[in-house]
């Protein structure tokens, strides 16, 4: 149905930046919301941040400040633009689409690495 493509993870030291994007494919309906969850080592998937269709967004606290999101709605692709990483953003960060179909449908991407080296 709806194919999330996800990249820009990578290594990078604390301080440093990393751009993730996410491009949405395969949907016969406009997407509502986009958005990056992550998931740390031994701890269970957390929302980042959320962008809709509107311009809403909410971010995690530990993020507010260094992280924006941003999105493209005529490529439903979503950006996650990362600054002042830190050791503890180290993750699989995962794409997430929220899609009104026959009834509310959510998308996950396949997920992409995000280390920083302290």
């Known amino acids: 149905q709806v194919q999330l493509v996800e990249s820009g993870g990578g290594l990078v030291q604390a301080g440093g930046s990393l751009r993730l994007s996410c491009a949405a494919s395969g949907s016969d309906f406009s997407i509502y919301a986009m958005g990056w969850y992550r998931q740390g080592p031994g701890k269970q998937r957390e929302l980042v941040a959320r962008i809709d269709s509107a311009g809403g967004i909410n971010y995690a606290d530990s993020v507010k400040g260094r992280f924006t999101i941003s999105r493209d709605n005529t490529k439903n692709t979503v950006y996650l633009q990362m600054s002042s990483l830190k050791p503890e953003d180290t993750a699989v960060y995962y794409c997430?689409?929220?899609?009104?179909?026959?009834?509310?449908?959510?998308?996950w991407g396949q997920g992409t690495q995000v280390t920083v080296s302290s």
């Open positions: 997430n689409a929220l899609v009104p179909e026959v009834y509310l449908v959510q998308y």
